[in-house]
């Protein structure tokens, strides 16, 4: 929403006095289909990382949060009653700071004076559900995002060979194209088959309407530009599940994501990390699964799968899958996301398997779908989803917006789409800070996993600078000395391992934006080192 300040910067820097009018309209999201919406925070990586580490960072993606949220319900004309994951510090920080601006900060403008119930905003954190985002996808629209990349409905083409200028960038949207419309929510195999089903009827209606082709040529080019973009689209998908051997490794995933089974499936991931064709990026994910499933049952399994993925991929180290599991560990997570807590998905699990499932490659059903039912059932439990402040729903909500801090997946927002159409009676909205696929997701991680060991070590030369400070006033022991050049090398041998790392991120896994603030943290670590030499002799000289 715009601010005072901001209209006042706006009036002093109209010095010709040329603005006649200022108008505000609330569309500050992306909406990507009906049912979802993403905020594309470049900085989504903060939701991590803890308060201390960068203070004015977390406010700022906190403030960007709470500015999209609040768009989305002007955009509606409604003010919701807020709830969030107990669990989760940046959902309740941001369910808090959404309900002071709604009811307090703004509170006449989002007084719509409506009747109806009040619609339900729920605010969760990703860190809740961190298998969704790790798994290989097999239906059509998010597997185009999983292995290309859709950003804001376009997929960028031009890496994929020798493309036509006007292909190489492709509009993939459910409100502008028809075949996409219909098969977006499909598997691969269907896919397949109705997209050469697709080809037959552009040829034969080509054949057929060649004597009109002059008349017809702006539709018979439309076709074709559809026809080709899906084809193009399939082609390339099929080249990378055969290069990374998708299938094998999706397999071993699902079985990690809903299946029991721990020594078949330490047996399994093995197999893969020793496996010359799969691709380090799945090793690491197949060891993040097995971990986030296995991790209090299996720690001497697990400490063999992280050695043999050091050793392996040697560019992802164990502490990668150790630092998701600090994030997001069994002792972190507020749902049953493996359906083994509570007594009703124990019984609905056995009866699954017993029934078996139609696809072994999309078995996988996000946490979000049990949330989504528990709200229908009116049995999202108040301890684990507290109200803010002292509202409390009078009823059952006709509308629901589900936000998730750390991002969505078109596997969450496919799952939001098939609630909505099964007539439940409750609209359901999906949101979240980024669109999500297991590439993003893992710079997500390295980088929050660098950040955070860049903190420990500087909270390590704090440590080391205090004791000198007491030192110079004559209060340190004799020891001091010692102290000192042990701190010194502490210092010396974390600068050079930081530098290692960054030369090693900026060529293989982390953006460039993230290099400056790394930089900047170099700069910090050389000052203490310096800090430290000059203390030494000033103190011994």
Same mark, same amino acid.
């Given at each position: ?51 201390? #580490? ?115 960038? #492709? ?185 078996? #499932? ?46 998730? #801090? ?136």
């Amino acid at each position: 929403m715009l601010k005072d300040t901001q209209i006042h910067i706006l009036a002093d820097s109209d010095e010709q006095e040329v603005v006649q009018q200022v108008q505000e309209y609330y569309a500050d999201f992306v909406a990507i289909d009906p049912y979802h919406f993403t905020l594309n925070i470049p900085s989504n990586r903060m939701y991590m990382l803890p308060a201390v #580490v960068d203070p004015p960072g977390l406010q700022q993606f906190c403030d960007r949060v709470v500015d999209g949220i609040a768009a989305i319900f002007l955009a509606l004309k409604r003010r919701p009653v807020i709830r969030y994951q107990r669990t989760s510090d940046i959902a309740k920080r941001i369910a808090q700071e959404t309900s002071k601006l709604m009811y307090q900060q703004e509170s006449g403008l989002f007084d719509f004076r409506r009747t109806e119930i009040s619609p339900l905003l729920l605010i969760i954190d990703r860190r809740d559900d961190p298998v969704t985002p790790l798994l290989n996808q097999w239906t059509y629209q998010a597997m185009v995002h999983e292995l290309i990349g859709i950003h804001d409905n376009k997929v960028d083409l031009s890496s994929t060979g020798k493309l036509p200028k006007d292909q190489q960038e #492709v509009v993939l949207s459910s409100e502008q194209d028809a075949f996409f419309k219909a098969n977006m929510y499909e598997n691969f195999g269907d896919i397949g088959m109705n997209i050469k089903r697709m080809v037959d009827d552009f040829q034969q209606v080509a054949k057929k309407d060649m004597a009109k082709f002059v008349d017809n040529y702006p539709e018979y080019r439309k076709m074709h530009g559809n026809v080709s973009k899906h084809v193009t689209l399939v082609t390339e998908m099929s080249k990378i599940v055969e290069e990374r051997r998708l299938m094998l490794v999706s397999e071993t995933e699902q079985d990690l994501a809903c299946n029991g089974g721990q020594v078949a499936a330490f047996e399994a991931v093995t197999n893969l990390l020793n496996n010359e064709s799969i691709s380090d990026i799945d090793r690491l994910r197949l060891v993040m699964l097995y971990a986030l499933r296995y991790e209090k049952e299996s720690p001497v399994q697990l400490m063999q799968l992280f050695n043999k993925l050091a050793s392996r991929s040697p560019k992802y180290k164990p502490g990668l899958v150790q630092f998701l599991l600090k994030q997001a560990g069994v002792d972190k997570r507020t749902g049953d996301l493996y359906g083994n807590r509570d007594l009703l998905n124990i019984a609905r699990n056995m009866a699954r398997g017993l029934k078996g #499932v139609e696809n072994v490659y999309t078995q996988h059903q996000p946490l979000l779908f049990q949330t989504m039912e528990s709200i229908i059932k009116g049995r999202l439990r108040d301890v684990d989803y507290p109200f803010v402040g002292n509202h409390f729903q009078q009823g059952r909500p006709q509308d629901v917006v589900i936000f998730i #801090v750390g991002g969505t997946t078109y596997e969450e927002s496919r799952s939001v789409a098939l609630q909505n159409a099964s007539n439940s009676g409750i609209r359901f909205i999906l949101g979240g800070s980024a669109v999500l696929s297991s590439k993003s997701n893992l710079l997500a991680n390295v980088a929050s996993s660098f950040i955070w060991e860049c903190g420990q070590a500087e909270r390590k030369f704090t440590v080391a600078v205090l004791p000198m400070l007491h030192a110079w006033s004559g209060s340190y022991p004799v020891g001091l000395k010692a102290f000192l050049r042990v701190s010194a090398l502490h210092v010396t041998k974390d600068d050079f391992l930081i530098r290692k790392m960054i030369g090693k991120s900026s060529s293989h896994y982390l953006w460039e934006g993230l290099l400056h603030d790394y930089r900047k943290r170099i700069d910090v670590l050389s000052q203490f080192r310096w800090l430290l030499v000059i203390m030494e002799a000033a103190v011994f000289g």
